[in-house]
């Protein structure tokens, strides 16, 4: 019993040890398409939720009132409108 224990800890060993050794390789296949990169990260923008319906949408598409971001001046004006001051 001793002897397979064994045996599987070595194959763990060694298939974590591969798996490193694999990513490190500078011929190492390439991310999977899902991955971001560097790039594609500096590339994307923040999502905002509208205060007044929740909506999400991209910050540069909001509209910014003092409550937070908004999906359009109509919702800013409504929720302005609905508290009290």
Avoid at 20 to 36: Q, W
Avoid at 50 to 74: E, I, K, M, R, Y
Wanted: glycine share 8%; aromatic share 8%.
């Amino acid at each position: 019993m001793k002897f397979f224990l064994l045996l599987a800890l070595l194959f763990v060993v060694v298939w974590l040890y591969r798996g490193i050794r694999r990513r490190d390789l500078p011929g190492a296949p390439p991310k999977p398409p899902g991955t971001p990169t560097a790039d594609a990260q500096a590339d994307q923008e923040n999502v905002v939720a509208c205060v007044h319906c929740g909506l999400h949408l991209p910050q540069s598409d909001a509209v910014a009132g003092d409550a937070g971001w908004f999906c359009g001046d109509t919702h800013r004006i409504a929720h302005d409108s609905t508290r009290p001051h």
